[in-house]
T-cell receptor, first 113, second 117 residues
Framework: GENVEQHPSTLSVQEGDSAVIKCTYS??????FPWYKQELGKGPQLIID?????GEKKDQRIAVTLNKTAKHFSLHITETQPEDSAVYFC????????????FGKGTHLIIQP | GAVVSQHPSRVICKSGTSVKIECRSL??????MFWYRQFPKQSLMLMAT?????????EQGVEKDKFLINHASLTLSTLTVTSAHPEDSSFYIC?????????????FGAGSRLTVL
């Protein structure tokens, strides 16, 4: 089955700096890669996703890149703000959708004022 | 956008009792819903896939008699933790796929914190 590795487990950056979280996956058949943000005591919220026919996708301060050959994808957050502090999970799946998603172990992002 | 409502958000119960958690898709139909368990500072562990009108599919190692799942309608799935014990204390989260841009995207509930005394 699919195996998703996520790094780092904890990331601390100064407010205003950029943050990058990286994930690798093992199943070359995976074609859907979402990123979720989870605040303390809440359920995960989808913040951005990318499909295997696209190499990069941006949404304001958030971007995701995908390298299918190397089987890795990354989340980039620019101009970080205190409200970006949360746990971020990457996931990988097949079927072009949500079924059978495998999640990474999460990255605790801390934005230092 | 799509909303999944999960209730209760917090529940405390005595050991040996049963607890029911509800997951509702508010503005879309969900023939499938997913139930996860999350330990502190850990990732989401898929417990089972809830299927409307049929039996749930459980992941390996998850006791189906312990975690009863019922998907009685296209908008409601329930997870019942039977004869709960302290080791069942955890954060339980449901999710449902919804159509967006021609493909399914997962929407999560807010989670339910179960504490078994």
């Amino acid at each position: 089955g699919e195996n998703v590795e996520q790094h780092p487990s904890t990331l601390s950056v100064q407010e205003g700096d950029s943050a990058v979280i990286k994930c690798t996956y093992s199943d070359s058949a995976s074609n859907y890669f979402p990123w979720y943000k989870q605040e303390l005591g809440k359920g995960p919220q989808l913040i951005i996703d990318i499909r295997s026919n696209v190499g990069e996708k941006k949404d304001q301060r958030i971007a995701v890149t995908l390298n299918k050959t190397a089987k890795h994808f990354s989340l980039h957050i620019t101009e970080t703000q205190p409200e970006d502090s949360a746990v971020y999970f990457c996931a990988a799946g097949t079927g072009g959708g949500a079924d059978g998603l495998t999640f990474g172990k999460g990255t605790h992002l801390i934005i230092q004022p | 956008g799509a909303v999944v409502s999960q209730h209760p958000s917090r529940v405390i119960c005595k050991s040996g009792t049963s607890v029911k958690i509800e997951c509702r898709s508010l503005d879309f139909q969900a023939t499938t819903m997913f139930w996860y368990r999350q330990f502190p500072k850990q990732s989401l562990m898929l417990m089972a896939t809830s299927n409307e009108g049929s039996k749930a599919t459980y992941e390996q190692g998850v006791e189906k008699d312990k975690f009863l799942i019922n998907h009685a309608s296209l908008t409601l799935s329930t997870l019942t933790v039977t004869s709960a014990h302290p080791e069942d204390s955890s954060f339980y989260i449901c999710s449902a796929p919804n159509h967006r841009s021609g493909a399914n995207v997962l929407t999560f509930g807010a989670g339910s914190r179960l504490t078994v005394l």
